[in-house]
């Protein structure tokens, strides 16, 4: 069993930056992706960014240029850096980590941009 857990999120004007964090814990193995998703309500999941084992990184149209996806595989933890937030980037935003047979997701942290 993998445990995430996201934090950074928070509240913010449009144009400021968040950092979002996602610690894993549990029965990890060294081969497995990561990425962030959000969800607004009544909407469906979207994605966000994923950083595969090589630190390939995949981006939504809607945030290219603007957020970047990291990880540090000593900590098991990956960030989204968020910068020049908009009212539209506002939802839940949810870890999501893949090995080779299995998913598992965070819970989920919430995210604002409002004046």
């Known amino acids: 069993q993998v445990h995430l857990v996201e934090s950074g999120g928070g509240l913010v004007q449009p144009g400021e930056s968040l950092r979002l964090s996602c610690a894993a814990s549990?029965?990890?193995?060294?081969?497995?992706?990561m990425g962030w998703y959000r969800q607004v309500p009544g909407k469906q999941r979207e994605l966000v960014a994923i950083i595969n084992t090589d630190s390939r990184t995949i981006y939504a149209n809607s945030v290219k240029g603007r957020f970047t996806i990291s990880r540090e595989y000593g900590k098991n933890t990956a960030y989204l850096q968020m910068n020049s937030l908009k009212p539209e980037d506002t939802a839940v935003y949810y870890c999501?980590?893949?090995?080779?047979?299995?998913?598992?997701w965070g819970q989920g942290t919430q995210v604002t941009v409002s004046s």
């Open positions: 549990g029965n990890i193995f060294s081969l497995y992706t």
């Open positions: 999501n980590l893949v090995h080779p047979t299995n998913q598992y």
